[in-house]
């Protein structure tokens, strides 16, 4: 049957291609029998015809339409993408403004803690560590990052907002990430490197929310990115490994794609295709594991982690000979104590190794200062928490930047909070010290206290964050949750 054929039959009918929820009655074919064949779908639309054909199948339309062909007496929009209503974008979490033909998505995305470090990149450009890591990725319930990406016909360049402000949506990394994710679509689409459907020409608008301090050491860039990478997988329709694909924005988002317990392998390969992140243990492997973020400041740090990364591999020796000797056989330790629950073996490793990140950006010249003071009252504090029971009840670790992460089992958790609150007490200033998941009351021994609360600092610290491992990215369902507006703009924005 030819389009005009077809369109006889269909004359006076308002229809589309597909059977997607919401879509109306439909009519496709040809079909090939056994799969997924190509598909022929008409629309009648103000006393015009769209014909629109591209991969799929009866029961279900393919991610997108791959092209809108321009017929005499047809008019044709030429929309790709999930915007007319089929693809991943519109089944969960994703919404189409029909009129105005706008596709967004919004995802959230978590934060993860190294307690292996990575610090140091062979490829500055594909950004390729120097040394394999292993990272907890915290739960989202307390910290996460909230990001809507949207495309549309009528956006006229890249936008990026984030936490509010409009930021350089041009930047080298994020438009690396956007090229990959396109590149990925298009091979999944089957159009080769040249015959891209039109939606993956439309521009892009990304908002981007935190719900934590931006740039004070709590890896607010990992979240990021991986939030930014799943947030635009979802909407062009890729599936499969995006690890690498976020590694590309920066380096420790790769191990924020996943959930629980998470090794990013260093890998051989020059074209970085083999250093991916791969789950070690899912979140509900340790029920008993606890975290306890301990915020100092808030402020940016002074030293960037790309900027202070790259003059550590130019000057320190130190550095070279704990990528090549040490951290191999600690990654290996590391995997051994999480796969056995060895709280006391996770424990020591994880202070020993923040403690040689940190002599390493001493080794590095001019020095990188990460640490103040308070954070290293939190260390000795640590260590006279640990001396008094005899055994390792909580561990340490400081990434670039003040802040604490200590790692505790359930039934420590309230015991040392109060043994942090006696020698940090907080200001009277009516926040809330305490904030997260529950803590409960503890009543300290006066030989804790008089062994391990010397000299209290008062205010010192802002608050502490209760959390746990959490899983990896999630997609919204709820349209309210958007970041962006049915024009494409911030909500609350004039």
């Known amino acids: ?29 040809p079909r090939r029998r056994g799969g997924p064949g190509p598909f022929w779908g008409v629309r009648s639309r103000l006393g015009g015809w769209d014909l629109f054909w591209g991969p799929g199948s009866a029961r279900r339309p393919g991610p997108a339409w791959g092209h809108a062909e321009r017929l005499s007496g047809c008019r044709h929009p030429a929309r790709a993408g999930a915007a007319w209503g089929s693809g991943p974008a519109r ?18 995305a978590p934060v993860n803690m190294a307690v292996i470090k990575y610090w140091g990149k062979r490829d500055s450009e594909l950004i390729l560590p120097i040394n394999s890591s292993l990272s907890v990725t915290l739960h989202q319930d307390q910290l996460k990052t909230t990001t809507t990406a949207a495309i549309s016909r009528d956006f006229k360049e890249d936008r990026l907002w984030l936490n509010g402000e409009e930021a350089d949506a041009g930047h080298p990394r994020l438009q690396a990430c956007l090229r990959e994710v396109r590149r990925l679509a298009r091979k999944r689409r089957g159009g080769g490197t040249d015959a891209a459907p039109l939606s993956l020409a439309y521009k892009v608008h990304v908002a981007s929310e935190n719900n934590f301090p931006t740039a004070a050491g709590l890896a607010s860039s990992a979240a990021g990115y991986a939030c930014l990478v799943f947030a635009l997988a979802r909407l062009y329709g890729v599936e499969g490994e995006l690890s690498e694909v976020a590694r590309q924005g920066s380096g420790s988002a790769c191990r924020s794609m996943f959930g629980g317990f998470v090794q990013w392998h260093r890998g051989e390969r020059p074209d970085g295709k083999d250093s991916v992140a791969q789950q ?32 550590s591999v130019d000057t320190s020796p130190l550095l070279k000979h704990r990528a090549e000797a040490l951290v191999p056989e600690r990654i290996a330790c590391m995997v051994r104590h999480i796969r056995e629950r060895d709280f006391e073996g996770f424990g020591q490793l994880t202070m020993r190794d923040s403690n040689q990140f940190h002599a390493t950006c001493l080794d590095t010249f001019p020095p990188i200062f990460y640490l103040n003071d308070v954070s290293r009252r939190i ?3 640590a ?4 001396a ?5 009840k909580v561990a340490y670790t400081f990434d670039a930047g003040p802040n604490a992460v200590i790692f505790a089992l359930a039934d420590t958790v309230a015991e040392f909070v109060e043994v942090v609150r ?33 000299e209290p600092v008062p205010g010192a610290i802002r608050y502490i964050l209760h959390t746990k491992p959490g899983p990896g990215p999630q997609l919204l ?8 507006g049915a024009d494409g703009l911030p909500r609350g924005s004039a």
């Open 388 to 392: 008094h029971h005899g055994c390792t």
């Open 422 to 454: 006696r020698s940090f007490p907080p200001a009277p200033n009516g926040d809330q010290f305490v904030r997260g998941l529950p803590v409960g009351s503890a009543s300290l021994p006066e030989e804790l206290l008089s062994a391990v609360v010397l």
């Open 379 to 381: 260390i000795a504090l």
């Open 280 to 311: 070690v243990a899912p979140e509900t492997h340790w029920p008993e594991l606890r975290v306890l973020v301990l915020v100092v400041s808030a402020e940016k740090k002074p030293v960037g982690s790309t900027a202070g990364m790259q003059t």
């Open 1 to 29: 049957m030819g389009w005009r054929q077809l369109a006889t039959v269909l004359r006076g009918a308002d229809t589309w291609a597909g059977r997607e929820p919401g879509a109306g009655l439909g009519r496709v074919l």
């Open 477 to 484: 369902d709820d349209p309210s949750q958007h970041l962006l």
């Open 383 to 386: 260590h006279r928490y640990n």
């Open 91 to 108: 089944e969960r979490g994703g919404t189409m403004a029909e009129d105005k033909a706008v596709t967004m998505v919004t995802c959230t």
